[in-house]
């Protein structure tokens, strides 16, 4: 079955202090895709990145920095210097299935930044 | 820009009610979904439609009806609500199904007494 499994379900930390969101997924598909998205305490849900199967090139914006490793199938994402405001659940969520998929999210991290 | 806009954000029904969750969106995308998100878990698809004209059911399709009215509306229906589809539901939208980030709404928080 493909799936996705975010084996941390809550961190806390202090501001400042870097963190990592790890982030874990099953795919036989070839092509895939893979997002990260924030719900703050508000309750939306905030796209924060994609990235295709073909791309492993890591990317950095801003604090945010997400490390894609396929040969281990994780896709996972550091805060860096940590602020109050990046408290939320995170969600990994994988795309596969092509034209006919859909987005499979995972349980969710739930991180604290405590000043 | 509203982005996605649901109505309403919060609804309390009696089991056996009914009623329609509204979704509605100005980016012109293709694509659009409802998802359902109980407490500790992440979302999952109820229904989809990959395009005007278009629905599919997701990984938890029973108890609910979908309807694309156009390009911008897409409305999710519980004909006889069940305390087990207490939930909050989100709709979202992407240019297509493949590869595309999903959009979502604020979400509406429904209650079945």
């Known amino acids: 079955a493909q799936k996705v499994t975010q084996a941390q379900t809550e961190i806390s930390v202090v501001e400042k202090e870097d963190v990592t969101l790890d982030c874990v997924y099953e795919t036989r598909d070839t092509t895939y895709y893979l997002f990260w998205y924030k719900q703050p305490p508000s309750g939306e849900l905030v796209f924060l990145i994609r990235?295709?199967?073909?791309?492993?090139q890591n990317e950095i914006s801003g604090r945010y920095s997400w490390n894609f490793q396929k040969s281990t199938s994780s896709f996972n994402f550091t805060i860096t210097a940590s602020q109050v405001v990046d408290s939320a659940v995170y969600f990994c969520a994988p795309l596969y299935g092509g034209s006919q998929g859909n987005l499979i999210f995972g349980k969710g991290t739930k991180l604290s930044v405590k000043p | 820009n509203a982005g996605v806009t649901q109505t309403p954000k919060f609804q309390v029904l009696k089991t056996g009610q009914s009623m329609t969750l509204q979704c509605a969106q100005d980016m012109n995308h293709n694509s659009m979904y409802w998802y359902r998100q109980d407490p500790g878990m992440g979302l999952r698809l109820i229904y989809y439609?990959?395009?005007?004209?278009?629905?599919d059911k997701g990984e938890v399709p029973n108890g609910y009806n979908v309807s694309r009215l156009n390009k911008r509306e897409f409305s999710l229906r519980l004909e006889s609500a069940a305390p087990s589809q207490t939930s909050v539901y989100f709709c979202?939208?992407?240019?297509?199904?493949?590869?595309?980030?999903?959009?979502f709404g604020d979400g509406t928080r429904l209650s079945i007494l």
């Open positions: 990235r295709n199967s073909f791309d492993e």
């Open positions: 979202a939208s992407s240019a297509t199904v493949e590869g595309q980030p999903q959009h």
């Open positions: 439609s990959a395009s005007e004209g278009t629905t």
